[in-house]
């Protein structure tokens, strides 16, 4: 019994793969759930309207901006010239003050302050605005007591007035389903040929290598495509979320990231030689990830800065952005045109890496 332990204990030691999925997978997910799952908001971009510099004016600002929550980006006179900000995701609340708030306050003339959030992720949003709400009211109470009653401050949602939380699961629905039926599935489908012995029949047959490989993710292709229109339309007419943007570009976006899912489950293969493996890898390095760094469930600027940048590299995180700007914000190329190129980018190294590794089995 000692020898038979000992030889396992070697075999396991000598077997680099299952050494990093037994001990180094645990420790990675345990860091990513630590850090990740968390429904605090720490520095939150957000504007300022103002039209005059008054005391009261100055010192809500100096409180927020000295808040952990808020991060005051810029401060404007008209709030139109935020509109763009919004729609390109760089602020996420603007606080609306109003001309004169010390001596209206002191005549005891009503005063309204509005928050004007991005409800396209309504769990941040609201957030922000019950935050932002105790800091205003609480810096009134403090500098004029009697006149704390005349203060209303009143909140407004962009995108998404109901504040419906359909809002950021459909998106997050569309991503995983995606990249469970694209990476996944095609990993398992291309090792089981290698697992079962049929990949050297294919081999020497008259296919060539990339045909055999289009072959085998076309079906899947397909597949996703009818799996995203089906949740879109069933978004739109049982659920009725708003498609503001072009529906051309979300499809063409959908291709696009459906490809990129496709060359990374072909890498997947490429590097694992069992359907279990494939299986494991596919879980730990794409599932979870999806779920927790792509920002649909928790905000990506709330994750210490080391997530925030492994977040980058994940796929979904930048389709995620996407979908949001298409559907719910209705912006175009010309706002989403970086989050393309990026995963444009990462569909063509995954598919060189892929060819790399395949010609490297074939030899």
Request: no cysteine; aromatic share 8%.
């Amino acid at each position: 019994m000692k020898a038979f332990i000992i030889k396992e204990i070697r075999h396991l030691l000598r077997d680099p793969r299952s050494l990093l999925i037994l001990i180094g997978m645990p420790v990675a997910q345990i860091l990513i759930f630590g850090y990740a799952i968390t429904t605090d908001l720490k520095e939150t971009d957000i504007a300022i309207v103002r039209q005059t510099n008054d005391p009261l004016s100055q010192l809500i600002i100096q409180h927020l901006d000295a808040s952990q929550w808020f991060r005051i980006k810029k401060i404007e006179t008209n709030s139109s010239r935020l509109e763009n900000d919004f729609r390109r995701g760089e602020i996420r609340m603007t606080v609306a003050l109003p001309d004169n708030m010390e001596k209206r306050l002191m005549q005891s003339s009503p005063l309204e302050i509005q928050l004007i959030g991005d409800a396209s992720d309504p769990n941040t949003a609201n957030l922000l605005a019950q935050y932002a709400k105790g800091i205003i009211r609480t810096t009134v109470a403090q500098s004029f007591p009697s006149q704390y009653s005349g203060i209303q401050v009143t909140s407004r949602m962009l995108y998404n007035e109901e504040i419906r939380s359909v809002f950021m699961f459909v998106p997050g629905t569309i991503v995983i389903l995606l990249m469970l039926l694209s990476a996944i599935m095609t990993s398992i489908s291309l090792t089981r040929e290698k697992e079962s012995g049929s990949m050297e029949v294919l081999l020497v047959s008259p296919l060539r290598p990339y045909e055999i490989i289009l072959g085998k993710v076309i079906p899947y292709i397909g597949l996703s495509f009818l799996n995203a229109a089906i949740i879109l339309l069933l978004a739109r007419f049982l659920f009725g979320m708003p498609f503001r943007g072009s529906m051309a570009l979300l499809l063409a976006e959908t291709v696009l990231f459906i490809a990129l899912a496709l060359s990374l489950g072909i890498f997947i293969s490429t590097i694992t030689l069992t359907q279990q493996m494939a299986m494991l890898l596919s879980m730990f390095a794409l599932m979870l990830p999806t779920i927790l760094l792509s920002g649909f469930i928790f905000p990506i600027e709330n994750m210490p800065l080391w997530l925030q940048y492994l977040s980058n590299l994940m796929p979904p995180r930048w389709f995620v952005v996407i979908i949001r700007g298409i559907m719910i914000r209705g912006i175009g190329l010309e706002y989403l045109w970086k989050e393309t190129l990026i995963l444009a980018g990462m569909t063509l190294i995954f598919i060189l890496l892929s060819i790399k590794k395949f010609k490297l089995r074939l030899e």
